[in-house]
């Protein structure tokens, strides 16, 4: 089974700390890479990749570094940036091709993947449309597809669904979810929903550091406690809402009804609720706030 080890794997621009000491170990199955936009997330997946040079540490293949694997690991890599860049009056089958040609594919393998990895991304009755065409969900899925050319065990996808509607994205995730059993898939998301029913292990990360790591419901369990349901006053909504996180808020008869993540009880009638991945990601990713004095619920 595949493994790559991350070693306190850092990037440094000038004074500036994009990525600082992120250790972890990734075998076979899906991970999500969390966190919000200018985490460091594309900086480390860009180290992964190859593509950009640690300042320090290392990171292991199977036990041998990849600067060191060269051609050997980039033939094992699969790689869909965020802004991935295609030839829009290529059609999707020549664009596939094209790009087995440049990997050295022999023609007659390239043909018949090329054609397997249409069938499996839904692509197979456009494959002479001309890609400028596509739809955005269309254009993510040939992304899919250029990355897997040449049999990929490792899948590198970078905000994947960014700009799809719902159902092109539940779409992305079951061919992601179909891909898992034999490769290592890191997809590096904001979207919650992207990761929450289709990885196995959950990468949090803020300012450039891993907080957080493990399945969907070790980390619930840190958070379980700390996520509450309460009603108030239209009036008093605003306020609960400037001094705790609200990851639902809804108007009703009786009043305004708030989820909050807070590790004291907001207000007397509060009671306990169940925790989803929203709360995780709230609950780490929370501003610094000044909380209201303690409850007694």
């Known amino acids: 089974m595949l493994e790559l080890r991350l070693e306190k794997v850092s990037k440094n621009y000038g004074s500036k ?3 600082e000491g992120v ?3 990734l075998s076979h199955g899906v ?13 480390l997946l860009r180290m992964i990749c190859g593509i950009l040079e640690m300042t320090e540490g290392r990171i292991l293949c199977d036990g041998m570094e990849i600067r060191k694997m060269g051609a050997e690991y980039r033939r094992l890599l699969g790689y869909l940036p965020q802004n991935f860049g295609y030839y829009p009056e290529f059609t999707a089958k020549k664009f596939l091709l094209y790009l087995a040609a440049l990997k050295a594919i022999p023609r007659k393998e390239a043909a018949d993947k090329v054609g397997e990895l249409l069938r499996l991304v839904d692509l197979e009755e456009v494959r002479d449309r001309k890609i400028k ?3 955005g969900g269309m254009v993510r899925r040939l992304g899919i597809a250029q990355a897997l050319l040449g049999d990929s065990e490792i899948l590198i996808l970078d905000e994947p669904t960014a700009g799809l509607d719902p159902k092109e994205r539940i779409r992305f995730r079951n061919i992601i979810s179909s891909l898992s059993k034999d490769r290592i898939i890191i997809l590096s998301t904001h979207i919650v929903s992207d990761v929450e029913y289709i ?4 990468l949090l990360m803020k300012g450039g550091r891993l907080i957080g790591t493990g399945n969907i419901e070790h980390l619930l369990t840190q958070v379980r406690g700390r996520v509450w349901e309460c009603c108030v ?3 008093e909504a605003e306020k609960y809402q400037a001094h705790f996180p609200v990851s ?9 009804k708030l989820r909050i993540v807070s590790d004291v009880c907001p207000l007397p009638d509060a009671v306990p609720a169940d925790p989803d991945l929203e709360d995780v990601y709230l609950y780490y990713f929370r501003e610094s706030q000044c909380p209201l004095p303690a409850a007694k619920c």
Do not use: H
């Open 17 to 19: 700390k994009v990525v």
């Open 23 to 25: 250790e972890c170990v």
């Open 31 to 43: 991970y999500g890479l969390l966190g919000a936009n200018g985490a460091g997330k594309t900086t």
């Open 133 to 135: 065409t596509f739809s």
């Open 199 to 202: 990885a196995d292990k959950i």
């Open 233 to 235: 006053r239209p009036e």
């Open 248 to 256: 639902n808020l809804r108007n009703t008869e009786q009043g305004v």
